[in-house]
């Protein structure tokens, strides 16, 4: 290798190599009761995450964290509270303590900080808030009891978002993602053209809430907490119904870049995690696998040369891609030549981590990954989230995660 393993410098960061671990959402944080807050991480978080910290990688993207109750998208998914805020201290450090014993180096923490809008399901089953009402997003879920949320709410999202913000810094996090990707409620305000009111319409109302959610946490942040985000580089529906797309069904880059230099100029932004598409509706569009409705190589294909794009129109900007668990035994050396074409700075992985949180170091060690352990692109991590239940890799991690499958996929 030669890019993958070289050190990076973004801000006051000196990154040993350009490995980032993608904030992929176990489902497993605690529910609440009488000894535990609803949202803090609970025993399959710990245990995930500890295997995460034994990788060498020098990123960990922490999965979507909620800003607030309302906004989860499932009964476990981890929420920040000054409840539950002591448990994500408590994790961080082990988890540094376990890095510098087994690697000796200590990761960059990110907390993904969210809002899951119109897939929302804080008590298991949908209350959907969304920006306006899609025909497209909302096929075969037209009787959900959609709320439009009002100007009002979106404010006080605002101060949600810098509220977790704080207890992320507090908690030890090194940096904050306001998450604006995959059909969540900041991205699906980027596609809100007939929305009435200052957040919907033109290009500065679409964009305004979250430029004011990722202001509000520069405001709390200090200095040493990097502000970041994962951002959405298209929808995949075309124009009215989604952004990014012209109505001729082609790709159009040309927002995503007017935010991306917003991002630099007016945010100080140096690190952006680049995705695209809703999963929830086009699966194969974000993680290229097998047995859906395209070859897994026509979706690397297509995330390889929207990066491409990006990367080389903000060469000072360290673009983070996605989609690489796709190629099995070869992820790691697929990720070294998307990296010298100069399609990314940084590769991030996230199915693959489910499969196998040690490929990293060992390929370091022996330069190749065991086949025995990596990611077979089948998508069974995704059912057993969709199920409700705990997500992880049935497959390489069977002990664990096997028992799941079988009760909440087969059954």
Same mark, same amino acid.
Request: glycine share 12%; proline share 4%.
């Given at each position: 290798m030669n890019l993958l393993d070289k050190p990076l410098q973004i801000g006051s960061w000196n990154?040993?190599? %350009?490995?980032?671990?993608q904030p992929m959402? *176990?489902? =497993?944080? $605690?529910? &609440?009761?009488?000894?535990?807050?609803? !949202?803090?991480?609970g025993e399959l978080t710990w245990r995930r995450y500890l295997r995460f910290a034994e990788s060498g990688t020098a990123m960990i993207w922490f999965e979507a964290v909620s800003v607030c109750e309302e906004g989860r998208a499932n009964p476990r998914q981890h929420f920040l509270t000054a409840e539950t805020m002591n448990g994500f201290k408590?994790?961080?450090?082990? $988890? %540094?303590?376990?890095?510098?014993?087994?690697? *000796?180096?200590?990761p960059k923490i990110i907390a993904q900080l969210t809002h899951s809008g119109r897939f929302a399901k804080p008590k298991g089953t949908p209350e959907p808030l969304v920006a306006y009402r899609?025909?497209?997003?909302?096929? =075969?879920r037209e009787d959900q009891p959609y709320h439009i949320v009002t100007d009002d709410y979106c404010k006080q999202m605002v101060s949600d978002y810098a509220k977790a913000a704080e207890l992320?810094?507090?908690?030890?996090? =090194? *940096?904050? =993602?306001?998450? /604006? /990707?995959?059909?969540?409620?900041?991205?699906?305000?980027?596609?809100?053209?007939?929305?009435? !009111? /200052?957040? &919907? &319409?033109?290009f500065e109302n679409r964009t305004?809430?979250?430029?004011? /959610?990722?202001?509000?946490?520069?405001?709390v942040l200090p200095a040493s907490v990097l502000l970041t985000t994962r951002l959405n580089a298209c929808d995949g529906f075309p124009y009215p119904h989604g952004y990014g797309v012209s109505p001729q069904r082609e790709f159009d880059l040309s927002e995503c870049k007017e935010i991306l230099r917003i991002l630099q100029v007016r945010f100080g932004v140096e690190l952006v995690n680049m995705t695209l598409g809703n999963p929830y509706l086009i699966p194969h569009i974000n993680r290229p696998a097998k047995g859906l409705i395209e070859p897994g190589e026509v979706g690397m294909a297509r995330i390889r040369s929207l990066m491409k794009d990006l990367q080389a129109t903000f060469p000072e900007l360290a673009l983070v891609a996605s989609g690489l668990s796709y190629p099995g035994v070869d992820a790691v050396t697929y990720a070294e030549v998307l990296l010298e074409e100069g399609a990314a700075t940084m590769a991030g992985f996230g199915r693959l981590t489910f499969s196998y949180p040690r490929f990293y170091w060992d390929f370091l060690e022996t330069g190749r990954l065991d086949k025995k352990k990596v990611c077979l692109a089948c998508g069974k991590c995704t059912?057993? $989230? %969709?199920? *409700?239940?705990?997500?992880?890799?049935p497959v390489r991690d069977a002990e664990t995660y096997m028992p799941y499958y079988k009760k909440y996929v087969l059954s």
């Open positions: 990154l040993p190599n %350009r490995v980032v671990f959402e *176990g489902c =497993d944080a $605690m529910t &609440g009761g009488a000894a535990t807050a609803a !949202g803090a991480p408590i994790l961080l450090e082990e $988890m %540094r303590d376990r890095a510098l014993a087994e690697t *000796g180096q200590v899609n025909p497209v997003w909302e096929r =075969d992320a810094a507090q908690a030890g996090f =090194d *940096g904050v =993602d306001i998450k /604006c /990707c995959h059909g969540y409620l900041l991205n699906e305000f980027l596609s809100a053209y007939e929305r009435p !009111g /200052c957040y &919907g &319409g033109s305004r809430l979250f430029f004011e /959610c990722l202001e509000a946490a520069r405001q059912l057993l $989230m %969709r199920a *409700g239940t705990v997500a992880g890799c």
